[in-house]
C-alpha cells in the first residue's frame, strides 16, 4: 500500500511512498563484493555489518520531528533483512550488457558533435542567434549525455559493471579520466562516502553544518539563530549558482562538503590539515588525509588519467581554436558538473532526512538517509536511474542500475516508512526541490524533544521560518550559569 504523507505545513510539498506489506520472503545471496578498492581500518565492512545485534528501539528517544514537523522513528531493520529481501537474479552482472551501455553513450556523444558540426555551420544556417542557440542547445544535450557516461564509470567504481574487477576498473578509468574526474582518488573517497552515509563525522559527501558551524560562518553566536532575520532569496540564488557551477571542482580540489575530522586519520597524516584551499585536503595528492600510503599509485594512475586528457584538450584547442574547444568541450563540462552536483545534493538533502552523530549511527540507519527522486526520461534513460534508485544503491551498491528499480521494489517492504521518494512534479519537481532544500536545510540540530541516543539524531532546520522552528537555546554565559545552579541543587 502506497501512502502519500504531507507536511503539517499544506504549502511545503513532500511525498514519501510507504509499502507496508509483509516481508517479502525471495532467496538469500551472498554479499556482493565492497564498494571501494581498499578497506579503510576505521570502517566496517559491509558483511560485518550484517551480523551486529539490532539496537533495542524500545528505549525512549523523545518526540524527534524533521524539518516539515513530522514525528520521526529510527529504523529498526537490518542489513540482512535487505539484503534476503532482493531476489538473486537482480546481482547478476554483464560486463556484455555494461559495455554496450557505455558505447550507446559514446556513440550518442559522437553523433551530436557530428550533426552539429556539419550542419549547424554559417553555410546551412546564416542567422548567427538561430546558430548560437543551437549550439546552446549542443551543450546541454552533450551535458546530458556526458553525465550519463560519468554514471557508466560511477557504476565501474561500485564495480557493478560487471564481474570483472580488470574490466570495471579499466572502463571506469578511461570514461572518467575523459571527463576530467581522477577515477580512483574518486572510487576510494566515494567507497568510504558509502560506509559512513548520514555519520557527521565521518561523511563524505554533503555533510550539513551543525547550528555552531553555521552561526560561526555567518558571524552569529548559536543561540541567536532562532531570532535572525532570515536569508534573502538573492542571497540563496547566489549560493545556488555557486554551488551548480564550482561544486565539483571544490570538491576534488578542497573536499568542501566532506567531514574535516582529519586528524583522526589511522596514519597520522591528516594532522594539520583541513578543508579549503591551501589545507592539504584534495583528490589528487597522493598524501592527502583521504587516502592511505598504499593507494598512491592509484591515486597517480589517476593523475596520468586526467594529464592525458588535459593535453589532448590543449592540443585540440591550440588547432582548432579556443573557443571551439569551449564551445565543444569545456561548456558541456560544466553542465556534466552541474548535474552530478545537483543529483548528489538532492539525494543526501531534504527536510524529510535525518544525520546522525556517531554514537547514533548505523550503517542501515545512514543507508535510509537518502531518497529517491523523478526525472522522468532523462533521469531514467540517459542518466541511467541514478536519481530513481539511490536509496536500493546504498544498501547494495554492487546491483547493476539496470535491476534496480526490481530491487528498490523488493526493499520496499523491509524499510516501510522509512523509504524515502519525493516525486512529485517529475523532472520539474526535481528541479523545484532544489530551491526547497537550499531554503529549508541550513544546518542540522536535535530535536527540541530529543532524549537519550535520540540527542544524537539531528534534522535541519532554517532560519527563513519554513517547517520545524529551531531549538531556543541560551547564550553561553547563561547557559553556564544555569549549569552552576543545576549543579548546586545537587550538593
Known amino acids: 500500500m502506497s501512502t502519500t504523507v504531507k507536511p503539517r505545513n499544506g504549502n511545503l510539498s513532500n511525498t514519501l511512498t510507504q509499502d507496508s506489506g509483509p516481508s517479502s520472503s525471495s532467496n538469500s545471496v551472498s554479499p556482493s563484493p565492497v564498494d571501494s578498492p581498499r578497506q579503510?581500518?576505521?570502517?566496517?565492512?559491509?558483511?560485518?555489518?550484517?551480523?551486529?545485534?539490532?539496537v533495542s528501539l524500545k528505549q525512549s528517544h523523545g518526540k524527534l520531528l524533521d524539518t516539515y514537523g513530522n514525528e520521526f522513528e529510527i529504523p529498526d531493520y537490518t542489513i540482512k533483512q535487505i539484503r534476503d529481501a532482493i531476489p538473486a537474479h537482480c546481482f547478476v552482472r554483464s560486463g556484455a550488457r555494461g559495455l554496450a551501455y557505455v558505447a550507446r553513450d559514446i556513440a550518442s556523444l559522437a553523433a551530436t558533435f557530428y550533426i552539429f558540426h556539419n550542419y549547424v555551420t554559417p553555410e546551412t544556417i546564416s542567422s548567427t542567434p538561430i546558430r548560437a542557440a543551437l549550439w546552446g542547445l549542443y551543450t546541454f544535450v552533450q551535458g546530458l549525455f556526458g553525465t550519463g557516461l560519468w554514471v557508466m564509470a560511477h557504476e565501474c567504481g561500485h564495480q557493478s559493471f560487471s564481474p570483472s574487477k580488470t574490466l570495471n576498473d579499466t572502463v571506469g578509468w578511461i570514461c572518467h579520466s575523459a571527463l576530467l574526474v581522477p577515477y580512483f582518488s574518486w572510487k576510494i573517497s566515494h567507497g568510504k562516502h558509502h560506509k559512513a552515509t548520514g555519520n557527521v563525522e565521518r561523511d563524505m559527501v554533503f555533510v550539513p553544518k551543525t547550528?555552531?558551524?553555521?552561526?560561526?560562518?555567518?558571524?552569529?553566536?548559536?543561540?541567536?539563530?532562532?531570532?535572525?532575520?532570515e536569508e534573502t532569496p538573492i542571497a540563496t540564488l547566489i549560493h545556488s549558482i555557486v554551488q551548480q557551477l564550482g561544486g565539483?571542482?571544490?570538491?576534488?580540489?578542497?573536499?568542501?562538503?566532506?567531514?574535516n575530522h582529519h586528524e583522526r586519520q589511522i596514519?597520522?597524516?591528516g594532522k594539520g590539515k583541513r578543508n579549503g584551499f591551501g589545507g592539504g585536503v584534495n583528490h589528487f595528492d597522493p598524501s592527502s588525509p583521504l587516502y592511505e600510503a598504499k593507494d598512491a599509485k592509484l591515486i597517480l594512475l589517476s593523475d596520468l588519467g586526467l594529464a592525458i586528457t588535459a593535453g589532448i584538450?590543449?592540443?585540440?584547442?591550440?588547432?582548432?581554436?579556443?573557443?571551439?574547444?569551449?564551445v565543444w568541450y569545456i561548456l558541456p563540462y560544466l553542465w556534466v558538473n552541474h548535474w552530478l552536483v545537483a543529483i548528489t545534493f538532492?539525494?543526501?538533502?531534504?527536510?524529510s532526512?535525518?544525520?546522525?552523530e556517531p554514537e547514533s549511527w548505523t550503517f542501515a540507519r545512514g543507508a535510509a538517509a537518502t531518497i529517491d527522486r523523478e526525472f522522468g526520461f532523462i533521469g531514467r534513460h540517459l542518466l541511467h536511474g541514478i536519481i530513481e534508485t539511490h536509496v536500493l544503491h546504498h544498501y547494495v551498491s554492487t546491483i547493476p542500475f539496470y535491476r534496480a528499480d526490481e530491487a528498490t521494489e523488493a526493499i520496499k517492504p523491509v524499510m516501510g516508512k522509512h523509504y524515502r521518494a519525493d516525486v512529485e512534479g517529475g523532472s520539474i519537481g526535481?528541479?523545484?526541490?532544489?530551491?526547497?532544500?537550499?531554503?529549508?536545510?541550513?544546518?542540522?540540530?536535535?530535536?527540541?524533544?530529543?532524549?537519550?541516543?535520540?540527542?544524537g539524531v539531528l534534522f535541519f532546520r532554517n532560519r527563513n521560518g519554513l517547517g520545524q522552528k529551531p531549538q531556543k537555546t541560551l547564550p553561553p554565559k547563561a547557559e553556564l550559569v544555569n549549569r552552576k545552579i543545576e549543579s548546586q541543587m545537587f550538593l
Open 248 to 259: 565539483w571542482l571544490m570538491y576534488l580540489s578542497t573536499n568542501v562538503t566532506g567531514h
Open 346 to 351: 538532492l539525494q543526501h538533502t531534504d527536510p
Open 40 to 54: 579503510s581500518p576505521s570502517s566496517t565492512s559491509l558483511s560485518s555489518l550484517d551480523s551486529n545485534p539490532v
Open 430 to 455: 526535481f528541479i523545484k526541490s532544489m530551491w526547497k532544500s537550499a531554503r529549508m536545510c541550513q544546518w542540522v540540530e536535535p530535536s527540541e524533544g530529543a532524549q537519550g541516543e535520540g540527542k
Open 313 to 326: 584538450l590543449f592540443l585540440i584547442g591550440k588547432n582548432f581554436g579556443w573557443v571551439n574547444l569551449a
Open 267 to 269: 596514519e597520522g597524516r
Open 353 to 356: 532526512l535525518p544525520h546522525y
Open 211 to 229: 547550528r555552531e558551524e553555521y552561526a560561526t560562518r555567518m558571524g552569529y553566536y548559536a543561540h541567536q539563530l532562532s531570532e535572525v532575520t
